[in-house]
Structures are given as C-alpha cells and as structure tokens.
C-alpha cells in the first residue's frame, strides 16, 4: 500500500508478537519494501529484536488480505455490511435478552479497540459476554494476582531480571516465547553471574541455558511450592516484620504447606528429595529472586493455585516490590495486559473494576451516561463456545482470532460456529475461522492502524501506522464504534479519532478513584493529540496526582496493596488428588511454542526464513514411550484424544518427560493436513480463572498408516 510515513524516515512502533512488547523502528522504502529495526531508545528491548520481530518485514504482503466486508460470502458495501450486522444484533438482544449475544476478543486487538468493544457490552447491550482468547493464556495469573494483592497487578518490572541474582522460570521458555526477555536474564548471567532454575517437564532451550532443571511431573507446581513455603518457615526465613504488617492469612496457607512437605513433593513433582531441597535452600538462601511464570502455569486446571502457591513464597519472605525480587507473570500476546486494563474479560467490568462491586458498577455507567450496566459475570472463553453449541448464543462475534484452530475441543468449536444463526468475522486474513462468517469485516493489520498496548511489566507503548490499510480495510475500534451507532448509541461512540478513545479509558481510570485502585492512568487523560502521537512509552499506575514522568517501576515493596484493609492474602494450595489415569489414553499431552512461528500462523507463515526453522508439526517423544508404541524416529505418527486425531513427525528425544508428549500449538490445515493439535485438547477449565488446562489432555499414539 502507499506510505503514510516518507520513505525513509522511520516510525517508532511496538511488535505485535510476544508480551515482551519490543520496541521497533520500521521504515518503509521506497519499493514498497518495509526495513524493521530495534528501537535503541524502548525500555523493553533496548534495540534488540528476535526472529520473529526482525522478520516482520516479511509478513506485509497482501497476497490473502480480506479487502472488503462480505456478506454471505459476497462482496459488500460497508454500509450494508455494518448495518446487516447492527440489525441483526439488536434484533435478537430484543428478541432473546442481552444474553443471547457475545463477542470474543483478542489480545492482538489495540486497547482503544478493546475499550470501545467492552464498552458496548457492558454499558450498551447490558452483557458481559465478552472475553478473549486471552483467557486462553493468562487468566489464572490475573485470578491469583487478584486473590493476593486484591487487583490484577504486576509488582516488577523487566530490569529485575537483571538485578535478581536467581531467577526461576517456572512453566516458562522464556528463550523461544519471550525471547528478548531471555536476552536480558542471559546478558546478565553472563556479565553478573545471576543464577537460573528452569522448571518444566521437558527439557528446553531455556533449561539448556539455566544451571538447574527440574523435569517435574505435569501439574505438580503446587507441591513444588508448597514443599518450598514449608522449607521457608522451617528454616527460618520469615520476613515476620513484612508478614505481619502487610499481610493476612498466612496460617492456612502454612499449614497446607506442612501437610505437603518435601516428602509430599517429592513424591508429586517426581524430583527426587535431595535435589528438591538443593533448589529449595537455593531460593531461601537468596534475598534477590525473581520467579517467572507463564503458559506452564496458567494453562492448566489448577492454574490459579499455582500462581497463589509461588506468591506465598514471596510474601513470606519479602520478596516483593524489591529490585531483583518478586513473582513475575510474563504475559503470552502482545496487548493482553491492555485487554485487562479495559475489563475486556467476561468477569471484570472497566480499569481494574469489579462487576461484582455495585459502587463500580454505579460510578462506570455514570461515567458512561449507559442506559444498563451488567451485573454479573458474562461467559468466559470455552464456555461462550458451549452456549453458543447449545443456542444459548445466537449471534457472535469474533475479532482477530481464530477459535475454530485455538479452543480446546477445536472440532467442537467449529461445530458450534457452523451451527450459529448469525457470526461476525472481523479480521486481516481469511482463516478456519472465517469460514462460517455470515459478515466478513475487513481489519486494518499491525503497520496500519494506530493505538496503544501494554506489555508485562505494565508499560504502555504506541503501536504506530506506517501504512495505509490496504482495499476498504478499518481499524477495529472504528467498526465497533460504526455498529454501536448503528445500534441506536451514537453518541457514546463518536469518537473521532484512537486518541479521543485512549482519553477516555484513561480519565475512567482516574475517576473516582480514592487510591483504592491499582489501574489509574489519570495522568494520561488530558493528552493532546500531538502528545498522543508522541507518547513515550509508560508504565501504569500514572496517576493525575503524581508529578513523575513515569508510572513506579515497582509496587508493594511496602505493602499497600489493594484490598480493603491494603493487606495481601496468602491463599491455601491443598494439592488436588492426582488425575485417575484412563489406559485408553496413557500420555499428557504438552502443548505449546516454537521459536519461529506465532498463533496459527496467519502472519509468520508468510516468512520463509521463519517457516525454515521446523518445516512440520512434531510430536516430542521419549525413547522409551516411542519403543513401547512402535514409533520410529522421525516416523509419521497420529495423536488420538477422545475429541479429535492429529498427525505429526515423531521426534524422539530424551529432553521429553516419559509419559507425556508435546505438540505445537501453531500448525492449522492450512499448513499440515491434520495439523490441528487442540483438535485433541480438553476443555476443562480452572475453576477459579476459567483458562482451560491446555497442556494437560490424555491422548494416545500410534505409527500412521496410511489408509
Ligand atoms: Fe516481538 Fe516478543 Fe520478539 Fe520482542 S521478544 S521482538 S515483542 S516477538
């Protein structure tokens, strides 16, 4: 498409990849071509980049772009498509109740789009159906930030990475998933000598690099923790003083944690006792610890007790809100934070807000002069695609993701879409997903539209066009915004531009909050455009009433948290008795990333150089699982769950945990006949998050013959 910027100059953007949330300078060139680049100057990446951000330039041709709405499969004004859609969701609010319709999200939308999305919802339509494939990734780490601290805040920031002389990373490989992140904690390994504890059921490229692995079972994280509080008061290492000023129910949580025990996980974790305690009196013996966690942790039915169990750890110590110490949550896409921010999940209402708390749910409709405000929690992810299976939901609509491919039970995904009387497609590429749009809604992609996202350490950053949106394709926000005033609310949803959009959500932020509420970007109400344009980028809070430049890099090192009585919680972990075992189904199944590709491939599939790295979808084996099943290395096997099959190229490698497998998430038909690895996934969920237990589903193998 034509520049927006001049050829040459670059434009200072963020990479709409990982949480990490790089910082680049992409310069379009004359030839159309787009140069990417680090940007030297952003506080996440300070100029570095991984495969995936340096192949950006890769993946800006238009070759399967969506151009232009669609209706029914043809082509369509914007009008009749905008309309068909507003008609038909108004027509069944009015028939069916606000309940009967839902949209489904993503954490690759901007923030602005996000706002305006949830704000149609829960102020307009008067539901709160609306969640995000984000839940898909980090909602039991939200639950159990919101179960300690009373908010979903994270206390620390990047650079603690680098000022910790131990870091763990607990269901994390930080050095395919978070690469510029691992970047860091590696050049401060090797320049200070920071110690790092990998766990994880199999070995990795984040193990290789770190001087202890633990190859736990699946799912054993709260007895790792819970072995490790009990080692911590036994040995001494309460922070009496810390607990007792800033922190309530430490009992319960301790007694658990003796009923636990070493012995008890020993025998849960299946690490041997003596090497069990060697990482335990690492940790206690080092004040400046860092325990990082991600997808190993939250995907998974007891995510949220793991997230409580690694906190309590470091409220008994202190450990947190300190340089170089704290739990750290690092989040899976590159606006998921953004999405919590807005309350874009099922069961949060507006910046940090609870729809369970009626002064919140009164001040945000006030703010938003709304004729309703929901009052309860709507349907998180995997239940949203039950009720829209069942008719309970009769018209969806999806934005930025591709569910038919990335829902647990993807089969029965697809089967629900294809039974759905009205689904609405906003996207850039036509993907398993579009297939069953009534209404297809052509999405500006990253490069051409314009607004902010937050990365892990809460740090907002612009995301800049330097490119027109190609054919008849709109920003997100600006659709939404197009069907809300269709939908008779015009006037709540004039919005002129994404700063107008991000001067609001920050001003609701500020507005009536007593300090009671970590989420305030107040001070950010009153940018102009021009200063929108430039914003630097900033991490939350940034309170109207603070003259700082900058947000606080840190939070709670002095408690302050955000509950009622300003107190943390520890939370109790009993552990959960263990899974019966079906033998039909004897191996977990792990799923998860690889270094080169992204999602389902909708973008990074585009890059030769990225498609280099694995060219098939794998399925990692150890020797003596493949010996038993009859599998031959890098023979073709199928994955057999009770929900679906898959197939893959066996790699049989000691660096897979026996008794369980593991199989990328990335691969759709599109790619690999029978590539779809959640086509296997269960879809039990986390009863406290609602994140689906992704890395956890029974399956079986077999050799592949072909019919
Ligand atoms: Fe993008 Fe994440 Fe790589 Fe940074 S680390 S360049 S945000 S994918």
């Known amino acids: ?76 004004s914007w009008d009749a498509a905008l309309a068909r859609v507003a008609e038909t969701f108004s027509a069944t609010i009015a028939a069916h109740g606000p309940d009967s319709v839902a949209l489904y999200v993503s954490g690759q939308l901007l923030t602005e789009d996000y706002y305006v999305a949830n704000k149609l919802m829960k102020g307009f339509v008067g539901s709160a159906n609306i969640d995000t494939n984000s839940r898909l990734c980090m909602a039991s780490s939200v639950a159990g930030h919101v179960r300690a601290f009373g908010s979903d805040t994270v ?44 766990i994880d059921p199999r070995a990795t490229a984040s193990s290789e690099a770190s001087d202890l692995h633990l190859a736990v079972a699946p799912d054993s994280d709260v007895a790792l923790f819970a072995g490790l509080l009990d080692h911590l008061e036994r040995e001494g290492c309460a922070d009496r003083a810390y607990i007792e000023a800033h922190t309530r129910d430490a009992e319960p949580a301790l007694a658990a944690a003796r009923a636990c025990g070493l012995a008890g996980a020993a025998a849960a974790t299946g690490i041997d006792e003596h090497r069990l305690a060697a990482f335990y009196r690492l940790w206690a013996g080092t004040p400046r610890v860092v325990t990082v966690y991600s997808q190993g942790v939250n995907q998974s039915v007891v995510g949220t007790d793991k997230v409580s169990a690694i906190i309590n750890c470091h409220l008994f110590t202190g450990r947190i809100g300190r340089a170089g110490a704290g739990p750290f949550s690092v989040t899976g896409q590159p ?6 921010e807005v309350g ?47 008719g309970r939901i009769k018209a969806l609509w999806i934005m930025s993701t591709n569910p038919a491919d990335s829902l647990p039970k993807a089969d ?28 297809l809604l052509p999405a500006a992609g990253w490069g051409e539209k314009s607004g902010t996202v937050t990365n892990s350490e809460r740090r907002i950053s612009r995301q800049r066009a330097f490119l027109a949106p190609p054919g008849e394709a709109r920003a997100d926000w600006r659709i939404i915004c197009d069907v809300a005033a269709r939908m008779g609310f015009a006037e709540a949803f004039a919005f002129a531009s994404e700063a107008e959009v991000f001067r609001e959500h920050a001003a609701l932020s500020a507005h009536g909050n007593d300090g009671s509420r970590d989420f305030d970007i107040g001070g950010l109400a009153d940018l102009g455009d021009a200063a929108y344009a430039d914003l630097a980028p900033v991490q939350w809070p940034r309170a109207r009433t603070t003259a700082a430049p900058e947000g606080p890099i840190r939070l709670f090192a002095d408690g302050g948290f955000f509950t009622a009585d300003r107190r943390a919680r520890f939370v109790a972990t ?16 792990n799923t998860g990333r690889i270094r080169d590709q992204w999602h389902t491939m909708t973008r990074t599939g585009k890059s030769p150089r990225l498609m ?16 038993a099943h009859a599998i031959a290395t890098a023979s073709l096997v199928q994955l057999e769950s009770p929900h679906g099959t898959m197939l893959a190229r066996a790699l049989v490698t000691e ?3 026996r008794g369980s497998v593991f199989a990328a998430m990335h691969w759709t038909d599109q790619f690999a006949a029978k590539g779809r690895v959640d086509a296997l996934v269960d879809d039990a969920v986390d009863p406290v998050s609602g994140q689906p237990g992704l890395k956890g589903s029974a399956v079986r193998i077999q050799p592949f013959a072909a019919a």
């Not at 879409?417 to 579009?434: E, G, M, Q």
């Open 574 to 589: 009993p552990l959960a008795p263990a899974r019966a075992a079906d033998p039909r189904f004897p191996l977990i199944l």
């Open 1 to 76: 498409g034509p520049g927006l910027a001049p050829a040459n100059a670059g434009v200072k953007t963020a990479c709409p990849y990982c949480g990490v949330g790089c910082g680049i300078v992409a310069t379009p060139r004359p030839d159309g071509a787009v140069d990417i680049g680090g940007d030297a100057e952003h506080p996440a990446n300070f100029g570095r980049l991984c495969s995936k951000g340096s192949a950006l330039g890769e993946t800006l041709d238009l070759d399967d772009r969506l151009l232009v709405p669609e209706i029914d499969g043809q082509r369509a």
């Open 155 to 198: 206390p620390g920031a990047y650079e603690d990475l680098e000022t910790a002389d131990l870091v763990v990373l607990v269901g994390s490989n930080l050095a395919w998933c978070h690469p510029v992140l691992f970047q860091r904690l590696a050049a401060a390994k090797a320049g200070r000598g920071t110690r790092i504890v990998t």
């Open 612 to 627: 280099g790295h694995l060219a098939e979808p794998l399925c990692e084996i150890h020797p003596a699982d493949a010996a």
């Open 344 to 390: 874009g999940l099922a069961n949060m209402l507006a910046a940090h807000m609870s729809l369970a708390d009626p002064g919140h749910r009164d001040l945000v409709q006030r703010f938003w002069r709304s004729p309703v405000i929901a009052d309860r929690p709507g349907l998180k992810a995997v239940d949203m695609f039950r009720a829209v299976a069942d």
């Open 655 to 657: 660096r897979q945990r």
């Open 335 to 340: 606006n998921a934070m953004g999405g919590r």
């Open 412 to 439: 029965a995904a697809v089967a629900a879409l294809a039974n759905c009387p009205f689904v609405v497609v906003s996207d850039i590429v036509r993907t398993d997903t579009t297939r069953h749009a009534h209404v």
